[in-house]
């Protein structure tokens, strides 16, 4: 899986609103569990973006971009936006893009799991809030395959990059486009005095090696199962 992420100076400027956002997390004492399972000092909460409307503006603005930069947008029929957290992003690059929008229901609701109309063979970006271990994209990307969807990329604000998602994405053929990583979080907070020492050395053992200190933690480690894309 090849995954893309923002130069330095907007990288760092989205990490900036992430932090100033409330959207940041740091836990010295209890780890954070995340829904697949990963062990965590550290927890992102994007969807706060949605009551910063400069922020917003500008992280949408970095993301349209970068996806430029990578020519994700040539021929795109469509954005589709990942129930629930996605929804108000992808929303607001559809927009900015004129094309019509649908959302990606987490499981299906009847005979359906996509809101909106998809023309087989459209080329739709699928689009969500952030990426930890990627369970949740492989399977809004099997949802839009199903319904004749090419989806070739994912953008999503915030890519942990911590956790091994190559195994889950890479046999769907997605590329993930990501604007800030945890590693720019800390790059910013440490410029700043954002966290306290305590928190800071944290975040630096996490990201010194992810997995491992996960299974530390109680939570998953590097032989943890891959989740099943079939």
């Known amino acids: 899986m090849e995954s893309f992420h923002a130069s330095a100076p907007a990288a760092h400027a989205v990490a900036r609103h992430l932090i100033d956002c409330g959207c940041v997390a740091v836990r010295t004492d209890e780890p ?36 430029e930069r990578q020519g994700c947008l040539e021929g795109l029929a469509s954005v589709a936006a990942g129930e629930a957290s996605g929804i108000a992003l992808g929303a607001w690059i559809a927009q900015a893009l004129d094309v019509p929008l649908q959302y990606v229901r987490k499981r299906p609701v009847g005979q359906s799991q996509i809101e909106g109309e998809i023309r087989p063979g459209d080329k739709v970006l699928l689009v969500d809030d952030m990426m930890a271990a990627g369970h949740s994209k492989a399977r809004f990307g099997k949802a839009l395959t199903a319904v004749g969807a090419k989806v070739e990329d994912v953008f999503v604000v915030f890519d942990y990059g911590t956790f091994p998602t190559a195994e889950l994405l890479s046999p769907l053929g997605l590329t993930v486009h990501a604007l800030a990583t945890w590693h720019d979080v800390l790059a910013v907070a440490c410029e700043r005095g954002d966290f306290s020492d305590r928190a800071l050395k944290e ?28």
């Open 203 to 230: 975040l630096q053992d996490f990201l010194h090696e992810p997995p491992a200190w996960s299974q530390a933690h109680g939570g998953l480690g590097a032989a943890a199962p891959v989740f099943s894309t079939t």
């Open 32 to 67: 954070f569990r995340l829904p697949s399972g990963w062990a965590s000092p550290v927890y992102m909460d994007a969807r706060r973006l949605i009551s910063f409307p400069r922020e917003r503006r500008d992280v949408v603005a970095h993301g349209i971009g970068l996806l």
